[in-house]
């Protein structure tokens, strides 16, 4: 698509205001990032994918401040058996941060990885790359150029617990770009932890590339800092018979858009996406999804569920391509909303493409407000109006929850939930 | 216990009258039938004194141990010692019996300012109603009344009932739908919460649930009225000449 007159000008202004960090192997995969955000330019509102969000915030020179959320609540995952990698405004914080050695596994940072012989090299922003066609990301190429730190977690084995990446925001004027590789070797398995706030602006990526027979976690919470943007993507590359699950729990956030990558390219192998969302007056959340099956017998499922109340904007945009010859693939999406009021508005565009023959795929989109049947029943039993409509938010977020595996997680999340939800009516 | 004076009762979208001046006192200790043809404004009845929206009370009044039910919000009414089995009881996905119902006794408790019942006491006290009831731990598992068969959901109304111990019953056709064993459970389920202090109203469309609930007073409705009030015979009569005759005779 041509670029308008005035992309060029706001690409050009980005780049210039960033500096490039980095040495040795990483230096020529960021040139081709550069040059992959210069083909496309930084997303504008006219663009496909783009017109129910408004990317000015996210693009712009400076990020808008956004004030440090004072948050009373104990940190999510506290409690867990984990080893834990703290990044303060996108700074790794060594003192904050756990040993980083693991069984099982290799974690470095990016910004100290320069010999020329690391494994990243091969795969740091190949993902990225493939994940730019046939809907261009560019903010996640920006992220390939520009990052300035991340992880890059090699597994080798069977972890013997997760690690879970922890987000702090200082400074109101924080502009993070981190960038996350992770390769899952054949039969690894790895469970990645990510909460907390991460800068007044946040741009991250995370490549993982999860090898034959490998699984690989993920569960993320975006906080209750109101004032957040971020853009945030996942790029994943699924090998035969592997297994891929992400859940992202968001409060909050004038303006979070996720976008989440996914090619099956080995046979059997499965993809689940899921996020459960709440949000609250000047919010605006945006999930944009796009699996492709390249491989047959290749099972995804993605499940959105999104709580808005207050003026609330949610968006879904999520598409299932199945390839010629990607045969017995299931896909399955669905994407709710909640609406709590009219003021608030939930849009949706759900997409299906398909070249096989043999397949089952299925979407559904719904929104709709409290079931006032349900809501009556509950009240009847002498359950206050307050506490029934968050046992029926709940309720309604449960399938996206539930595609957490890990049971102790699970009730984690759902735990916080039920205190977000409570303390909103204070 | 309840007493319901000339009530009248429209639909709040529509000027569609519903009931017409219904008068009814429920005393503690005592069990009241309603019998009537369908349409008649039986359900609307249980539903105005819970609480429902979509119905506007036009006149008239219902009070519970003299407290004005109809001022009061549907969980209020509830902590007040009101209960309605309904009759047809609501399916609720992602929510666990057991945690709504541990939520509305704890909800009720609180209101009146009672201690929360612990965990343990509560799991216990649920066991054994709901073995009472032959209401199996799966079924306390499942999501509120989500795939359960008529009868189990009509138990299930029961079970709540026991586990709240309301003062002022309405089981609203808790009978339709059941087999002849399903009744007999739920009778005895009734049964066993008769007490000195505790009203009933049950609402039936047919007399046989009476065979096993032994009702003090019988009414007929009809057309959003009371009509006739009698003893227990009432029920007997219609079951054997239908309402029609007592229609003709009112008329
Ligand atoms: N919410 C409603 N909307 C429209 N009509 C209603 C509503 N509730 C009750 N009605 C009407 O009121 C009348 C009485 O209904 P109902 O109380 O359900 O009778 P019963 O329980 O005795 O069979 C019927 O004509 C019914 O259609
Ligand atoms: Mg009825």
């Known amino acids: 698509m041509a670029q308008t007159a005035e992309k060029p000008n706001l690409t050009e202004a980005r780049i210039a205001a960033l500096s490039m960090p980095g040495k040795g192997w990483s230096v020529a995969a960021r040139e081709d990032a550069v040059r992959r955000l210069r083909a496309t330019g930084l997303p504008e509102r006219r663009d496909e994918y783009w017109k129910y969000t408004r990317p000015d915030t996210l693009t712009q020179v400076a990020p808008e401040p956004a004030a440090v959320f004072e948050n009373d609540e104990a940190p999510l995952f506290d409690g867990l058996d984990r080893l834990k990698i703290v990044f303060v405004d996108g700074v790794f914080d060594a003192e904050a941060s756990d040993d980083l050695s693991l069984e099982g596994v290799r974690i470095e940072r990016l910004a100290e990885a320069d010999s020329d012989l690391h494994w990243a090299r091969d795969l740091y922003g190949t993902l990225e790359t493939n994940g730019q066609t046939p809907v261009a990301r560019p903010l996640a190429a920006l992220n390939t150029a520009f990052a300035t730190d991340g992880m890059l977690i090699h597994v080798t084995g069977v972890t013997s617990k997760p690690i879970n990446i922890v987000y702090r925001h200082e400074s109101t004027t924080s502009d993070a770009i981190l960038h996350h590789l992770i390769k899952l070797d054949a039969g690894a398995e790895l469970t990645v932890l990510e909460n907390g706030p991460a800068a007044a602006r946040f741009n991250k990526v995370m490549e993982v590339d999860v090898g034959d027979g490998a699984s690989f976690h993920q569960v993320r919470a975006q906080g209750r800092d109101h004032e957040r943007r971020a853009a945030t993507h996942i790029f994943a590359r699924l090998g035969a018979e592997s297994t891929f699950k992400s859940f992202t729990l968001t409060a909050n956030g004038v303006m979070t858009r996720n976008d989440c990558v996914i090619e099956l390219t080995g046979d059997d192998a499965s993809a689940h996406v899921a996020g459960a969302c709440v949000g609250d007056g000047a919010f605006h959340h945006d999930d944009t999804v796009f699996i492709t099956h390249d491989a047959v017998n290749c099972e995804s499922r993605q499940v959105f569920k999104k709580v808005l109340c207050n003026g609330a904007t949610g968006v879904f945009q999520g598409k299932i391509l199945v390839k010629a010859g990607a045969q017995k693939t299931d896909g399955y999406q669905i994407s709710q909303s909640l609406l709590l009021d009219e003021d608030s508005q939930f849009l949706a565009k759900p997409e299906l493409e398909i070249y096989a023959d043999d397949v089952a795929c299925s979407h559904g989109s719904t929104s709709g407000a409290i079931d006032e049947d349900a809501l009556f029943y509950l009240r009847s039993r002498g359950v206050p109006l307050a506490e029934a409509t968050d046992m029926l938010t709940l309720s309604f977020l449960a399938e996206a929850v539930e595609e957490i595996e890990a049971e102790n997680l699970r009730e984690e999340i759902n735990t916080r939930m039920a205190a977000w939800l409570g303390r909103r009516r204070g | ?251």
């Open chain 2, 1 to 251: 216990m309840l007493s319901i004076k000339n009530l009248n009762v429209k639909l709040e979208e529509e000027d569609k009258q519903i009931l017409k001046g219904v008068d009814l006192e429920v005393q503690a200790g005592k069990v009241h039938a309603i019998m009537g043809p369908n349409g008649s404004g039986k359900s609307t009845l249980s539903y105005v004194l819970s609480g429902k929206d979509g119905y506007q009370v036009t006149e008239g009044s219902a009070t519970l141990e003299g407290n004005d039910l109809l001022d009061m919000e549907p969980e209020e009414r509830a902590a007040a010692g009101l209960f309605l089995a309904f009759q047809y009881p609501v399916e609720i996905p992602g929510v666990g019996n057991m945690t709504f119902l541990r939520t509305a006794v704890n909800a009720q408790r609180k209101a009146r300012g009672e201690e929360e019942v612990s965990a343990a006491d509560f799991l216990k006290e649920v066991r054994a109603k709901a073995k009472d009831l032959k209401i199996d731990a799966e079924m306390l598992k499942r999501p509120v009344n989500v795939g359960f068969s008529g009868g189990e959901k009509k138990r299930n109304e029961i079970l709540q009932m026991a586990m709240l111990e309301p003062k002022m019953c309405i089981l609203d056709e808790t009978d339709s739908g059941l087999d002849v064993d399903a009744m007999k459970l739920v009778a005895e389920g009734v049964n066993a919460l008769r007490s000195e202090g505790r009203g009933f109203l049950v609402i039936t469309h047919y007399q046989r649930l009476l065979d096993h609930i032994k009702p003090d007073v019988v009414h007929i409705m009809a057309d959003g009225r009371i009509v006739k009030t009698g003893g227990p015979e009432l029920a007997l009569e219609v079951e054997n000449n239908g309402y029609a005759d007592i229609m003709a005779e009112v008329a």
